[in-house]
C-alpha cells in the first residue's frame, strides 16, 4: 500500500464526488493512519457518512470547520490537526472556487475571494505545515490540484486561471526552496472533470441541458470527461515515499496536449 500510517490534510474533501474526497477516499484504501477532512457545502450527515466509509477502510478520519478567506481559520486548522494524530505527512490543496467573470466583469471582490482561496489559503497551509516539518526535523509532502487553465485559460474564468497560475508558480518556488528539508511540493494540472460541482457549474453558468455531460463526452478526444478517481491515484503517489524524490512537478492531466495544435 502506497500510503501506509500516514497521516493527510485534505481541503475540498468534505463532499462526496469531489476530487478532494476521492483523494481521501484512494489515501485509506492505500493504508493511510488518519485523514483530516475540511471544506464547505456538505450537510453533517453527509460529512459523517463520508467518515465513516473512510474509516470502514481502515483509516481514522475527522472534519474540521475552516473558511480558508480567513487567515486564522487555517492556522487553527492545522493546529487542530496536528492536536488530533500528533504529526501531519502530507498536505493536499484541493479546495477552489471557479466563480465566472471576464475581464471586464470581474469585480475586486470577486477577484480577491478568488486570491484568498485558490492562491492565499494554500500559500498559508504550505507555510503552516512546512512550519511543522522544519520543527520536527521531518520529510514531507505537498500536492496543490490546480488547472489546466493555469496555462492560459478561458475568457469566461479571468480570476480563477489568474489565481490558479500564482499556485502554479508558488509550486515550484516552495519545492525549489524546500528540496533540501526532504519536503517535496509538486501539483496536478487537470482538464474538464466529472465532478458533482462541474454539473453545477454546467447548469448554473451555461444553463447545460441534464444530459450535458454525455454531450460533452462525445466531443472529447478519448470519449469521456477525467474522473475524479483516475486522478486520485496519481495524487496518492505524489504524496507517497513511492515518488521518491519528484518534486516541483506540475503535471498536465488532460486528453489535449497544452502548445499542440491541429
Known sequence: MMYKDKIALITGSRIKGTLGATIALRCATEGAKGI???GQGASQKDTDELIKEIKKLGADAIYIQADLKKPEEITSLVKQAEKHFGRIDGLVNAAGITTRGTIEGTSVELWDEHIAINARAPFL??????RLWQQNKTAGS???I???SA???QPFITAYCASKGALMTLTKNVAHSQRFNRIRVNAIMPGWMDTAG???IQKEFHKAPDNWLELAEARQPMGKLIKPAELAGLAVYLLSDDSGVITGSTIDYDQNVMGAYD
Do not use: C, K
Not at 497551509?125 to 512546512?130: E, K, N, P, S, Y
Open 36 to 38: 483530516i477532512l475540511t
Open 151 to 153: 496555462h492560459g485559460g
Open 198 to 200: 462541474e454539473d453545477s
Open 146 to 148: 490546480i488547472t489546466m
Open 142 to 144: 505537498i500536492v496543490n
Open 125 to 130: 497551509l504550505m507555510q503552516a505545515v512546512i
